[in-house]
């Protein structure tokens, strides 16, 4: 189901500093920002490989991002899993007993399709599964 590890997404209190500190200290590529309004945060991608890197910059200190900044503070937010087709792999998953934050498909960063796989399901750690347009 599982195709490779899409990103993984570092919660950002400062996207312009951050991203500084990633393209110009660190000399990765830089992708270029993008706003999901949805998910109320600011994302900037670095590619690195088959990967990515997204810094999450929250646009409103209510969202899930700046709630978890609020309370641990920034750091790695999620892992995400690249699948073919992600309400697929919901289904799947909720037959075998993951517990999901989402059982719909929801639009992300650069219109892919993802929903995310409860923490208490996964040892505390938030993993998004994330269906690609040109997959």
Do not use: N, W
Not at 7 to 19: C, K, P, Y
Not at 47 to 75: M, N, Q, R, W, Y
Not at 87 to 92: D, G, L, M, S, V
Not at 96 to 114: F, L, N
């Amino acid at each position: 189901m599982f195709k490779k590890i899409d990103h993984l997404g570092i919660a950002v209190e400062d996207l312009a500093a951050a991203v500084d500190l990633y393209r110009d200290t660190l000399g990765l590529d830089y992708a270029g920002e993008e706003t999901v309004a949805e998910q109320k945060v600011k994302t900037a991608f670095f590619p690195l490989g088959e990967s990515s890197i997204e810094l999450l910059e929250p646009t409103d200190p209510d969202s899930p991002v700046g709630k978890f900044i609020a309370k641990k503070g920034p750091g790695i937010h999620h892992i995400a899993l690249r699948v073919e087709d992600v309400a697929k792999a919901i289904e799947t998953l909720l037959t075998q007993g993951v517990r999901m934050i989402d059982t719909v498909p929801r639009e992300g960063a650069h219109g892919a399709k993802i929903a995310f796989i409860h923490p208490k399901s996964t040892p505390g750690i938030l993993v998004e599964i994330c269906q690609r347009r040109d997959d």
